[in-house]
């Protein structure tokens, strides 16, 4: 695969995901702009980090678990 | 877009006109991401550029490094990454630990259990036959290799289907989160972090001076003349981006509450594509938890994960472009096919199941004091060793 061709690749794929995270964008109400700093900063304060299970992306909240 | 004349210090020809690209569209999509969501999330955004840059002109990979040390025991890239290991914990033990009032975050603590145990060794096999981790992956893609623009491609679908199979593999058990720091205080927690590293320190020489009879320094002194075009063009010694990347995941945690993870947002990006095409996620109780439901119905540039993958991507593509070296030709053969997308659907798999990839889970966890970022290193490093197996096998890699 020519360089010429990786940058054409790259491009569309960059611009797509583009597309696809402004159609994503469009389809949730934002919260008030003013009330973002403080509802949904308190929100990520208070329920962890991104990777882990439901309090937060990477930590387990003691609150969260998946129960079956 | 044309070259210019303009030669990178590794001799490359800047890409004048791709870098302009680059520029325009970080800073574009960093106004329009502060002004439609907040100004957080536009530091985020801007923290993952950093994130990129760093990366891309050290080329500081995880799996490279491993599979280096694997192969010929030469563990430059494996001494780095505890040096990194060990300055993130320096710098996030003490806020942690509470040591500074009104500074809120949430270290990266998870379960010590079968999930982690499993999941790592399929994300460390993943690694070597994907050709990245979590941060390499994406990296790689932001420079433009076409083949890791595939393992990330399957990365998602990974994700995606290990986030629907998460409460299965959470039944298996765990014995619960452990902290060091909240069960001994941060001073002893970074004590025995550091004990802990040190030992993997002198392992990591001791086995490489046993094969080679130098051991390659990772603090390589750059002349003074060229640390500015170095600075800009790349190359980057190790330990600058070592030095980078404890920095931006510092200010990550005072920005977002919480350390560097990526691959949170693969799962997200695959699970809102897969529901907006039809897809059934009722009975995955996954995105049922507070965090993921509120990711998965929100706008993805509200995802901190997502606008820092994001900066990744580009920042790394904004780098490359510095270095003329964006977009490399790539040779893609059936075999390479194969190994990207088994590699990538392994990556996300596990990276699911064991709470993150090197980033999430081995580095945040780590530098948290959490010991399932300890399970999870050794695991994934035993799948690391059975990955560069499979690569000899299938022919990506010479026998050693």
């Known amino acids: 695969m020519k360089h010429k061709t990786s940058k054409v690749i790259m491009g569309a794929t960059l611009s797509l995901a583009a597309i696809a995270v402004a159609i994503d964008h469009t389809q949730h109400k934002l919260p008030e702009a003013d009330t973002v700093s403080s509802e949904e900063q308190q929100d990520i304060m208070e329920s962890g980090t991104p990777c882990g299970l439901g309090a937060a992306p990477c930590s387990l909240g003691e609150d969260d678990a998946l129960d079956d | 877009m044309t070259d210019a004349s303009v030669q990178t210090p590794d001799s490359h020809h800047l890409e004048s006109g791709t870098v302009a690209l680059f520029v325009i569209a970080i800073a574009g999509l960093s106004l329009v991401i502060q002004n439609i969501t907040h100004v957080r999330q536009a530091m985020l955004f801007l923290i ?67 999930a982690v145990l499993i999941g790592a060794f399929l994300f460390g096999i993943g690694m070597q036959l994907g050709g990245g981790c979590g941060s390499g992956t994406l990296f790689t893609m932001g420079q433009g290799q076409v083949d890791m623009l595939l393992t990330l491609l399957f990365f998602i679908v990974g994700a995606t289907i290990g986030s629907s199979h998460l409460s299965w593999w959470h039944e298996l058990g765990d014995v619960g989160t452990i902290s060091l720091i909240t069960s001994y205080g941060w001073v002893p927690a970074l004590l025995m972090t550091f004990t802990g590293l040190l030992i993997l320190y002198l392992l990591a020489v001791f086995l490489d001076k046993r094969r080679n009879q130098h ?18 063009f790349g190359k980057w010694p190790l330990w600058w981006a070592v030095l980078g990347l404890a920095i931006f995941n510092l200010l990550t945690m005072l920005t977002a509450g919480h350390p560097w993870s990526i691959t949170f947002a693969f799962s997200l990006w695959g699970t809102k594509f897969w529901s907006a095409i039809g897809g059934d996620i009722s009975s995955w ?38 270095a003329g070296r964006f977009a490399p030709a790539a040779k893609m053969t059936t075999n390479k096919w194969a190994a990207v997308i088994i590699g990538g659907l392994l990556l996300g798999y596990g990276a699911r199941l064991a709470f993150g990839c090197n980033i999430g889970a081995l580095l945040a966890g780590i530098s948290s004091g959490s010991v399932h970022g300890w399970l999870w290193l050794v695991s994934a490093f035993i799948g690391n060793i059975v990955g560069t197996r499979v690569r000899v096998v299938i022919g990506l890699d010479k026998p050693y």
């Open chain 2, 48 to 114: 993952g550029v950093g994130f990129g840059i760093c990366l891309l002109h050290a080329m500081f990979g995880f799996t490279g490094g491993w599979r280096m040390f694997i192969r010929s025991r030469n563990s430059t890239g494996v001494r780095a990454q505890i040096f990194l290991l060990a300055l993130t914990s320096i710098l996030f033990f003490p806020i942690l630990g509470g040591v500074f009032e009104g500074t809120s975050a949430s270290g990266a603590v998870s379960p010590v259990g079968y």
């Open chain 2, 215 to 232: 051991l390659q320094p990772v603090f390589v002194p750059v002349p003074r003349e060229k640390i500015i075009p170095n600075l800009i």
């Open chain 2, 285 to 322: 109780s996954y995105w049922q938890l507070s965090y993921p439901d509120h990711a998965l119905n929100s706008s993805v540039l509200l995802d901190n994960t997502s606008v820092m993958d994001f900066g990744l991507i580009l920042g790394a593509g904004l780098a490359a472009a510095l």
